[in-house]
């Protein structure tokens, strides 16, 4: 499972970080998704989902 975000359609709603901090963060700057572990374990895949489907912009993305 890798993550991909598209930090072009990210509005900083800041969901992802909410929902799980040990995978994303957000920039100082201006509040876009950082993400910290982008080929998160096996066992943190239902957060994970949890997570891309919480994000209001869509800027969240899944690849096997
Ligand atoms: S939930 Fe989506 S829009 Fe909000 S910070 Fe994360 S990637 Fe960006």
């Known amino acids: 499972m890798k993550i991909k ?3 072009g359609r990210c509005v900083g709603a800041g ?3 909410l929902t799980l901090p040990e995978v994303f963060d ?14 998160p374990p096996a066992d943190a895949a239902p957060a994970v ?16």
């Open 5 to 7: 975000a598209d930090t």
């Open 15 to 17: 969901m992802c970080a």
């Open 26 to 39: 957000q920039s100082e700057d201006d509040g876009t998704v950082v993400v910290l572990d982008a080929e």
């Open 49 to 64: 989902s949890r997570a891309v489907q919480l994000c209001p912009s869509g800027a969240l993305s899944l690849e096997e």
